[in-house]
């Protein structure tokens, strides 16, 4: 089944760390960026869908007008009729209980919300808007208006983080009860202020973190079913987990990347070009048969549950790989399913590398 993605560039202010497209939201310019999604998604009526996700950017950042706008015309645009999840992020200095209704009264039923750290110092050495009390009240808002699968984002190895501070950070945000919990490394991207400033990171202590989180959700109750996501008991994202399997996925919005009939796109980083609907795809490239085996065993080893079926390393250089880790006993064969062994999930991308 396919799955769509809407991006929203826009937000108040970008953080530190940010290097994804976004602009600063203004009234006008998003009016036109939605009547130009709603354009784009019109190519592909009626396409059935079984997951919606709308990321950004800060999607929440856009008006009620804007918001029950998009999600109207989604809804009719494409076949929702076995639509199992339909996610929005929010930040929590945009969130307001109309908001809320809008998107639950349009069939939204997951939310995901960038908390990043319950620690406002940290918050403010990311260029993040809001401080805790603002997401607490956000997170009471949504679940006052009705949703009961919440995700929360948090970042570790964050400037001056010790690990008692990131405890504390994970304690706190397991007060909250929400449905699953994503966890994200701190990385220095050029071109961020945060790159700017020569701010550095510990591997070693981001690995001491990562492993005590890890430690903290299982005792909590919280399945680790993806490298960085967990999820109580059938609350795992559909719409990411289809994505770990390689499934195709309609994208919209400026800046956003799709596959879908067998290609692979970028739509262009323009809100400008976007609007005009010229030249949108800046990248495409068409998936054949030996980029897919490649694709699926990148993506589906990062569901740790999960992972690949063997019959997908049919190259003699997968095959060889996958001897090599196997005797070093990083990687596990399990009912003919390739896995990440337990010792070689924080060190993952070193082993996924090697079947590019």
Known sequence: MTGLYIHIPFCKQKCFYCDFFSVKYDNALADKYVEAVISHAGQYKPVKVSTIYIGGGTPSVLSEKQIAQLLTSINKTFDISLLTEFTCELNPESVTPEKLKILKDNGVNRLSIGLQSSQDKDLQALGRIHNF???????????????????????YGLPNQTLSDWQKNLNEALQFNSEHISLYPLTIEPNTPLYANGTSTDDTLQRRMYEAAAEIFKKAGFKHYEISNWAKAGKESIHNSNYWRNAEYIALGAGASGYYNKKR??????????????????????ITDDICETETIILGLRLLNEGVDVKYFKSAAHKA????????????????????????????????????
Request: no cysteine.
């Open 133 to 155: 009390d603002t997401f607490a009240q956000a997170f009471k808002f949504a679940r006052e208006t009705g949703f009961n699968n919440i995700n929360l984002d948090l970042i």
């Open 265 to 286: 796109y970028k739509i262009v980083e323009d809100i400008e070009k976007y609007i005009k609907q010229i030249n949108l795809f800046i990248d495409e490239e068409v």
């Open 321 to 356: 790989a996958l001897e090599r880790f196997l005797s070093q006993k990083l990687l596990v064969l399990k009912n003919d399913r390739i896995m990440l062994a337990k010792n070689a999930v924080f060190t993952s991308n070193q082993i996924l590398s090697e079947f590019v």
